[in-house]
C-alpha cells in the first residue's frame, strides 16, 4: 500500500515569513495530492490540491509543488498570518473514491505564526 | 460553512451505553466515509459507502457499526464502547466518477467513560 512521510512534525515561523512542508509518497500510482488544514476542533478543510499532470498550483498565498520522478510534493505558504497557524495534512491518492480507493494521510505538520 | 454536517458536536457516553452518531450531506455526493481521529495524528479511515452499499470495512471491531439509510445520510451506531475509543469522529464525503475531492465534516468530539 501507499505509504505517505510528512516532515517537519512542527514549524514556528515569524508572522510574514514563508512556510513550506514537505511530503514523500512511495505509490507511482497515485495522481492525487490534496494538502488539508485541520484547526483545533475543526474537521480536515481541503486548501489546495494537485493532480499527477500538473507541477505546480497556486491560490493567492499558498502554493503546492509536485516531482513525480522524485515522488514528493510540498505545500508553500508566503506572508504567513497568525490564523494560519493550525494542523496541515498532505494526502496521496490513487483514484476514485467512490470504488474504494483511499486516501493515504501524512503525519501532519503542527504550523504555529508568531504575530 | 462546512456542507457535511454532523451531530452531535460532543458526546460523553458511559461502557454500557447505546448512542448514535449522524452525518448528512447535500451535495449529491455517492461515497461517504466515517474515520476516527485521535489528537495530534492523521485521520484513520473505518468505513466506506459507496452508493449506500459498504464497500470497504477496515477491520472495525463490532462495537462500531455503520449504516446508510440514503444517500445523504449516515450513521454510525455506537455499543459497549472502550474508553480507548475517545477521539474525534469525522464523516466525509466524496466525488464519484473520477473526481476524489473529499469534503469532510467538523466531527463529533467522543468521550467514554
Known amino acids: 500500500g501507499e505509504n505517505v512521510e510528512q516532515h517537519p512534525s512542527t514549524l514556528s515561523v515569524q508572522e510574514g515569513d514563508s512556510a513550506v512542508i514537505k511530503c514523500t509518497y512511495s505509490d507511482s500510482a497515485s495522481n492525487y495530492f490534496p494538502w488539508y488544514k485541520q484547526e483545533l476542533g475543526k474537521g480536515p478543510q481541503l486548501i489546495i490540491d494537485?493532480?499527477?499532470?500538473?507541477g505546480e498550483k497556486k491560490d493567492q498565498r499558498i502554493a503546492v509543488t509536485l516531482n513525480k520522478t522524485a515522488k514528493h510534493f510540498s505545500l508553500h505558504i508566503t506572508e504567513t498570518q497568525p490564523e494560519d497557524s493550525a494542523v496541515y495534512f498532505c494526502a496521496a491518492s490513487e483514484g476514485n473514491l467512490i470504488v474504494g480507493n483511499q486516501f493515504y494521510f501524512g503525519t501532519g505538520t503542527s504550523l504555529t505564526v508568531i504575530p | 460553512d462546512t456542507e457535511v454536517t454532523q451531530t452531535p458536536k460532543h458526546l460523553v457516553m458511559g461502557m454500557t451505553n447505546k448512542k448514535s452518531l449522524k452525518c448528512e450531506q447535500h451535495?449529491?455526493?455517492?461515497?461517504m466515509y466515517w474515520y476516527k481521529q485521535k489528537a495530534k495524528k492523521p485521520p484513520e479511515l473505518m468505513f466506506v459507502y459507496s452508493y449506500e452499499k459498504l464497500s470497504i470495512n477496515e477491520s472495525v471491531p463490532s462495537r462500531f457499526s455503520p449504516e446508510c439509510p440514503n444517500s445523504s445520510l449516515l450513521n454510525l451506531h455506537l455499543h459497549a464502547l472502550q474508553p480507548e475509543d475517545s477521539a474525534l469522529y469525522l464523516c466525509a464525503s466524496g466525488q464519484g466518477a473520477g473526481a476524489n475531492v473529499l469534503t469532510f465534516g467538523a466531527g463529533s468530539r467522543l468521550t467514554v467513560l
Open positions: 451535495m449529491g455526493h455517492r461515497a
Open positions: 494537485i493532480r499527477s499532470n500538473v
